[in-house]
């Protein structure tokens, strides 16, 4: 069975930080390229951090210079280190596990975020 697990969610105040989680099993999670998307409510869901089998990252021009994307093979996990948070930043987030060439993909069952004072 395929799980990915996000946690670290909750309220922080503007200017904070959260470093969420999301813990993969069932899959080899070292063959596949990771995310982290969110869902504001009445808006669309949206990338915002991916990072490779590499390690090569990428970011939504809302999010750089404040998160950080990262794994750890070795425990099958993938973080997002958000610092610096607006209000614009509430949502829920979702982990999200692709292996394109084979069209695998897997999404967790998110975390919310609330920033606000």
């Known amino acids: 069975q395929v799980q990915l697990v996000e946690s670290g969610g909750g309220l922080v105040q503007p200017g904070g930080s959260l470093r969420l989680s999301c813990v993969a099993s069932?899959?080899?999670?070292?063959?596949?390229?990771m995310g982290w998307y969110r869902q504001a409510p009445g808006k669309q869901r949206e990338l915002v951090a991916s990072?490779?089998?590499?390690?090569?990252?990428d970011y939504a021009d809302s999010v750089k210079g404040r998160f950080t994307i990262s794994r750890d093979n070795a425990n099958n996990t993938v973080y997002l280190q958000m610092d610096s948070l607006k209000p614009e930043d509430t949502a829920t987030y979702y982990c999200?596990?692709?292996?394109?060439?084979?069209?695998?993909?897997?999404w967790g069952q998110g975390t919310q975020v609330t920033v606000s004072s």
């Open positions: 999200h596990a692709n292996w394109g060439t084979l069209n695998r993909n897997y």
């Open positions: 069932g899959i080899a999670f070292s063959m596949y390229a």
């Open positions: 990072i490779t089998r590499g390690r090569t990252t």
